[in-house]
Each structure stands twice: as structure tokens, then as C-alpha cells.
């Protein structure tokens, strides 16, 4: 049949509405006494049935697979950064007390930071199943944040900093602004509009959002050195189309102590 030929040259939604005007024939033909011919075409109609579900179900399977993936791959790249975080704090003459929250044996994180990280349960860091707001007084945090409102000026030894290791399977804009309100706690970012300029580039790209150790790796230094200026040049990525301004200098941190604590 000339519309039977047609089916192998379009899509699968297609071929159901061709296959339903088959069936309004069917129904024509069988008033006609062609018991045969609607057998045949019912037959043929249950087959297309079965590969259109057969091709659905393999497409969801597909689709699922590639969201697994997509996860996997994020908690592994947190999990890497964990890696990087601990090792710069290692290393720091001034290393910060760090603890990771809200992490629990059965989520895919810790699993993960075992996994990727060798040696992970022998790190120099408490690991807690507790949130931040459960183990620290709520008017000691600061949930670092590139959408607050306020930039951090300095660090406050009687101040607990939040870092939000997030799995997503997008950076959303505000999702730890969101976080932080939740919390009730307060925020702080980063004062990359005070000590940066944007950078023409070919892709016009310019973005504020970094990961956790590179987050990390700017409050060591500054914490070494009081300097935003020189923390900022020496960790802010340059592909994120920012570059420290010429000729900015620092307020008078001289005073500064970080508690090691």
C-alpha cells in the first residue's frame, strides 16, 4: 500500500496518525465483508504499536541514562574540588578549620569522595551530618554568595564561612542566595565588583560563579596577606573574563588575625 510505504519515511508520531487512517479504511473495507484484509492490516497495526513502544522505552531508557551520567559527573567534579580544597589548606601556613556538613555515609558525595579521594577518611577536616545552621549559632554564619548584596570586607574570626558545594545539574542563578535565605543566615560575596573590571573577549563571556576551592584558595590568601588585590590576581580564573583593576589598592588590613582555630 502506497501509505504502508510512507511509514518508513517519517517520524514515529506520523506513523501512528498514518496507521489511525489505516484503521478508519479498515473499518470501511470490513463493512465490505474483507474479513482477511482487516486481520492482516489489525496485525500490522499491533506491530507498529509494539516497535513505537519498544522505541519510546528505549528513548526514555536513553534519557534517564544520560541524566545519571550528567549527575555522576557533577558529584565527581565536587568531590575533585574537595580534593583541591584540602590540599591548598594542607599546605597553608594559616589553614582554616573545615568542616563538611550536611554529608551522610549513604549520599552519593561521601561515596564519591571515598572513591576519588584516597586516604579521604583520614583527612584533617570534621565531617558532619549536620547542616551549618544545626552546629553553629545562626548570627555567626555567612553564606558566601556571588548574588548578595554586601561584598566580604574582610574575615571575622568569630564568623563561620559557608562554601556551597552544590550538585546541580545547572548553575541557577540565586539557588545559594536561596540556600542562605532558607537558612536564615547572612550573606556575603566576594568583592569582585570593588577590585575587578570585565575583559572584552570573543565570547563576550563574563561570570562570577566559581567553584569551591577556587572560592577557597581566594580566602587563604587574602587571609595570608590581607590583600583582595592580590588573593583576586592570583586565584580568580582568568577564562572568567574578569581582571583585577589597575591601580586598585586595598584598604588597611594590618590589623587582621585569622584564628586557626
Not at 137 to 163: F, G, M, R
Not at 215 to 230: A, N, P, Q, R
Amino acid at each position: 500500500m502506497e501509505g504502508n510505504i510512507q511509514l518508513n519515511h517519517v517520524s514515529d508520531d506520523v506513523d501512528l496518525l498514518l496507521i489511525d487512517l489505516d484503521l478508519d479504511v479498515v473499518g470501511e473495507r470490513a463493512d465490505q465483508g474483507d474479513g482477511q484484509f482487516s486481520r492482516n492490516v489489525l496485525r500490522k497495526q499491533r506491530n507498529w504499536e509494539r516497535q513505537v513502544a519498544a522505541k519510546k522505552s528505549r528513548r526514555k531508557e536513553e534519557k534517564e541514562r544520560r541524566k545519571l551520567n550528567r549527575l555522576t559527573e557533577k558529584v565527581s567534579r565536587l568531590a575533585g574540588q574537595i580534593r583541591r580544597l584540602y590540599g591548598s589548606n594542607k599546605k597553608a601556613r594559616r589553614p582554616f578549620h573545615v568542616f563538611l556538613t550536611d554529608l551522610t555515609e549513604d549520599s552519593r558525595i561521601y561515596r564519591e569522595c571515598i572513591r576519588m579521594n584516597e586516604g579521604f577518611l583520614n583527612y584533617k577536616l570534621d565531617i558532619r551530618e549536620e547542616t551549618c545552621s544545626d552546629l553553629f549559632p545562626t548570627k555567626t554564619i555567612v553564606y558566601l554568595t556571588p548574588d548578595a548584596e554586601e561584598a566580604l570586607q574582610t574575615l571575622d574570626p568569630n564568623k563561620v564561612y559557608v562554601l556551597g558545594g552544590l550538585v546541580d545539574e545547572s548553575v541557577q542563578k540565586t539557588l545559594s542566595l536561596s540556600r542562605a535565605r532558607a537558612l536564615s543566615v547572612q550573606t556575603a560575596r566576594l568583592p569582585i565588583d570593588e577590585f575587578m573590571t570585565k575583559k572584552s573577549n570573543d565570547k563576550n563571556f563574563h561570570s562570577k560563579i566559581l567553584a569551591i576551592n577556587q572560592v577557597f584558595d581566594i580566602l587563604l590568601t587574602f587571609g595570608e596577606t590581607g590583600s583582595w588585590t592580590e588573593a583576586l590576581q592570583a586565584w580568580f580564573p582568568p577564562g572568567k573574563g574578569y581582571v583585577v583593576t589597575s591601580g586598585c589598592i586595598d584598604e588597611d588590613t594590618s590589623s587582621f588575625h585569622l584564628s586557626n582555630s
